[in-house]
């Protein structure tokens, strides 16, 4: 009887780093199916990095063909060829299942030469045919190399690379169209391993992605997990070692950011070796089809009264001035400007009528929706796109998002309590609307004493109050750190307002918040209050020094005479930040692939690798009010 052959594909990984692409110029004559045998890959791994040839398929057009890393070596399989029939004459008790091993054929291939035994049971005394086989062995080669595969819940991007054995560049190579959070069903293409290969997904661990340049010492900063518990966890790691893209797998309470870890500002001028001139692309919704620039008078109160064109001029000059600053360093721009209009519509035709696939970035868009449209439309071409004035929700491998996130900051804040060694109390105000806010800060003080606004005794809402009582004998001679937390102005107010009597003789009051929101800015607080209670806080920025003003906010003062705003710092110090990693390396990505720290006017950056493929900024600071001026905190 022939047994089935399964024919194992295993794939170690198609290195589909951009220095291992295959280029191939499609010759006259040529089909899908003769290149593929020729570079040992199916004609599904072509389309996977070609989607456009199932179109467009003629001569003199360039395809990317995957390294194949499948062993290609011939297997034997078994063939058999019908020769002629044995005559059997049926006694008692035997059985087509005894039959067929007997003469080793299938029972179907018994009943095929016998017919009626489909609708009839074999009986003693019957004469069949027992068809005779002459048995071939060919050679064949391997065949499928991909196959599709439906996600499961939860299972993200470095989960089905690590379960597959391949990298999340490799798995995004197979899926064009891959979106950037995976849904469950949605459908990929993957190594077409049996189901016995693939490795197990195990809820208590998360997986994380290698990064260029990245060592044991650095994932110990990371994660850390020493290379002992690495190796532990990821046995391949004794035999192979660490290796750019490979998924590893670790503990979900282990930290896969760059940590928060103090680092030395690193000058990139003294680091300059790329004198290329740089193609910057600047996206803004500038609208000028709104503004009648024939009326000089207009156009004046259209920027005094229209804050997003305020926002947009302010940080377009502060791009010019990083262009001049940078040429002064040796670096030329080739600087393109695109106006969004502030319309997906607009950007999409931007899109359609330029070839964006030689720039070395793309500055913006500002709305969600068009950063997105630029920023999925050019990660075929790796374009890296910065997002300089939002934060994406999205972020495509080729994203380099400015803005520090959320937690990061409040991490930063909490890091900061935590390393002052003189503290002696920890209090938490709160309003109702914050109490998991409040509820997160206890786990991280247990000590800490927890104390909630007022609730409306008629209605049940919160009423953003607090009775001066359950403040008494709260503070004593000493240091004592108060969390407030609430968006709401007048809770905000009276709660600064207490804190600042309460600072008598030897006692210290330190206010501090996770999220320095608009209840801080009120009408009714007074930054005296402020500076008396030394209020710290995260921040994306700081405010430059008036008193040691650097070039920058000299030449702005001169042109414009007024001090720069906080916008148009954040668009020198984005783009003169991009285009001094530019000059230092081939690319934004090989300029960004090591954990440094940049900083300049009001800000200051370092990238990481993302979970979904792309570079965020961690460089955040901790502020505080001093003498009524917002400084860096010690």
Sequence with gaps: MKKSLTVIVIILGLNLNAQNYIEHKIKEGETIESIAKKYLVTPYDIYALNPDAKAKFQANTVLIIPNSKIKNEPIDEESKELIGYKTHKVKRKETLYGLSKKYGVSEDEIKKANRFLYSEN????????????????????????????????????WRIAYKFGITVEELEALNPNMKPILQPGDELNVPNIEDKDEKTIEAEYDYYEVLPKEGFYRLKIKTGLTQEELEALNPELKEGGLKVGMVLKIPATAQTTSGLMDLETTKLESKIKNYKVKKIALMLPYRLHRVDVDSVEEAKEEIKTNKLLSTVLDFHVGVRMAL?????????????????????????????????????????????????????????????????LNNPKEIYANVFRTIPEDKLLQTAMLDFVKADSLKSKVVIIADQSHRDVSETLKKEFPTALQIYSQKDKKTGKDAHFIYPVQLENVFRPGKTIVFLETNNDAFASSIISMLNALIVDKTEIVLVTLDRNRAFDGKDIDNNNLSNLKFHYPSVRKDFDEYNSNGFVKAYKKEFGVSPSKYAARGFDVTLDILLRLATEDNLYEASSEVFETEYIENKFRYAKSLYGGYSNEAVYIVKYDNLRIVEAD
């Design 122 to 157: 074999l009986k003693k005394g019957d004469k069949i045919r027992i068809p005779k086989y002459k048995t071939f062995i060919s050679k064949v080669s391997l065949k499928n190399t991909v196959k599709k595969y439906k996600v499961q819940p939860k299972e993200g991007k």
């Design 324 to 388: 001049d600053s940078a040429k002064q360093l040796g670096i030329s721009t080739n600087l393109k400007v695109f106006d969004t209009e502030y319309q997906p519509s607009t950007v999409s035709k931007i899109l359609s009528d330029n070839d964006f696939s030689d720039y070395d970035a793309v500055i913006g868009p500002i709305q969600d929706q068009s950063f997105d449209r630029v920023a999925n439309s050019l990660k075929s071409d790796r374009v890296p796109v910065i997002a300089a």
